[in-house]
T-cell receptor, first 114, second 114 residues
Framework: GAVVSQHPSRVICKSGTSVKIECRSL??????MFWYRQFPKQSLMLMAT?????????EQGVEKDKFLINHASLTLSTLTVTSAHPEDSSFYIC??????????FGPGTRLLVL | GESVGLHLPTLSVQEGDNSIINCAYS??????FIWYKQESGKGPQFIID?????DKRQGQRVTVLLNKTVKHLSLQIAATQPGDSAVYFC?????????????FGIGTKLQVIP
């Protein structure tokens, strides 16, 4: 089956620093990738839809200047959490959509901001 | 401020029994539904899907039922095994502004009692 990877799997950073998370579709091309955030014991909340070669579409309440998304190729999207604060600590999950519009999820990135 | 975590509904099932996990969706325009399994610290894993022109679909040990009249979805797991213990999410897929968008339900934690 299709595989989506994320890097890093876990990151700890100091408050005020920026963190970049990569999402790659390993064996298929994904014109659309999605970024989700999940707090403990809660569901996945869609943050933004990332389209190759164009600007990301952000969900209501998600600050586009804080969560920078770049989808430079058909196999890579990045999410940069700028000036991270402790409340940004969460589990960030990406997914990539194939031509049949099936979404494949990455393993997630655990972010802890101290 | 600090977010209040929701307590996931929990379903406890004896090993070998059948499990039924229910989900209510919100948008009558949704045309594609997916069940995901998420183990602790991992990304969601696809289990089974169903399109809105169907009311039942079967996989290996799993069955999904769709009732569009009351906007209800269920996942049935036959002969539940300890490895089925996880959080299960239903998700509805709809076309939003020309883009596919997946919205997750709150999730149900399945605990299998050996």
């Amino acid at each position: 089956g299709a595989v989506v990877s994320q890097h890093p799997s876990r990151v700890i950073c100091k408050s005020g620093t920026s963190v970049k998370i990569e999402c790659r579709s390993l064996d298929f091309q994904a014109t659309t990738m999605f970024w989700y955030r999940q707090f403990p014991k809660q569901s996945l909340m869609l943050m933004a839809t990332s389209n190759e070669g164009s600007k990301a579409t952000y969900e209501q309440g998600v600050e586009k200047d804080k969560f920078l998304i770049n989808h430079a190729s058909l196999t890579l999207s990045t999410l940069t959490v700028t000036s991270a604060h402790p409340e940004d600590s969460s589990f960030y999950i990406c997914s990539a959509m194939d031509r049949e519009e099936t979404q494949y999820f990455g393993p997630g990135t655990r972010l802890l901001v101290l | 401020g600090e977010s209040v975590g929701l307590h996931l509904p929990t379903l406890s099932v004896q090993e070998g029994d059948n499990s039924i996990i229910n989900c209510a969706y919100s948008n009558s325009a949704s045309d594609y539904f997916i069940w995901y399994k998420q183990e602790s610290g991992k990304g969601p894993q696809f289990i089974i899907d169903i399109r809105s022109n169907m009311d039942k679909r079967q996989g290996q040990r799993v069955t999904v039922l769709l009732n569009k009249t009351v906007k209800h979805l269920s996942l049935q797991i036959a002969a539940t095994q300890p490895g089925d213990s996880a959080v299960y999410f239903c998700a509805e897929n709809m076309n939003s502004g020309g883009y596919q968008k997946v919205t997750f339900g709150i999730g149900t934690k399945l605990q299998v009692i050996p």
